[in-house]
């Protein structure tokens, strides 16, 4: 799952993003409008968490602007702005959730992952395929009903790949979903993380196993 964090406070961009990367997710940051809109166009995201007081103006515009376009991305709106009315404005302009500051980031993770599991969204909590099982939440991959440990790697490629079972996932694909802008990365980086999944599946005793179509992409299917 990849998200935009758009908030100028660099430390905490970087607070949301290192817990929200512990629970899988994979985090771009922006600290600007400019930059949000510029992020939201090179790349897809599963939802953003927008901040409001932003330095080349207000996170509202951004989100009117998303709404206009047809685009109902989740957006988590996050601010200081305490007042009712703010409140009610963020949410009639689009918002999904509202959570002021201070907060728990447990709380933050927890309504993210909510505002994922609507129906049509990014995150249903339970996937599986064959013999397979992964528990987005918990991040727990069980196989034949035991439960296997594997790296958080392995597990968002996993996650990236059942959720498009029986359907080619492009190495394009793959790099924009587990690695954010600003991560380095080698020419094969998604063979590598492929090959290592392949390997830990068929070790586990999997019936399903990762395909690879020359120069298109890769396929979970039956072993």
């Known amino acids: 799952m990849r998200i935009l964090i758009v908030e100028d406070n660099r430390r905490l961009a970087e607070l949301i993003a290192k817990g929200c990367g512990r629970e899988g997710f994979t985090a771009d940051l922006c600290p600007d409008l400019e930059r949000a809109r510029a992020a939201l166009a090179a790349a897809r995201h599963d939802a953003v968490i927008l901040d409001l007081g932003l330095p080349d103006g207000d996170g509202l515009d951004l989100l009117a602007a998303l709404r206009a376009e047809g685009n109902d991305i989740p957006v988590l709106v996050l601010t200081a702005r305490d007042a009712l009315e703010a409140r009610v404005e ?5 918002a999904d959730d509202y959570l002021l500051k201070p907060f728990a980031m447990e709380e933050l993770v927890a309504r993210l992952r909510a505002l994922l599991r609507r129906p049509g969204k990014a995150l249903g909590r339970v996937l599986s395929a064959g013999n397979l099982s992964l ?3 918990a991040r727990e991959v069980s196989i034949g009903g035991v439960p296997v440990v594997f790296s958080k790697r392995e597990t968002d490629l996993l996650e990236i790949l059942l ?4 359907r080619v996932v492009a190495k394009e694909t793959i790099e924009q979903s587990l690695h954010a802008f600003d991560d380095e990365i080698s020419s094969n980086t998604v063979e590598v993380s492929v090959h290592r999944l392949r390997k830990r599946l068929a070790e586990a005793g999997a019936d399903m196993e990762i395909h690879t179509l020359r120069g298109i992409g890769y396929l979970l299917g039956g072993a």
């Open 90 to 94: 963020g949410l009639n302009s689009g």
């Open 163 to 166: 959720r498009r079972q029986g």
């Open 135 to 137: 528990d987005t939440v």
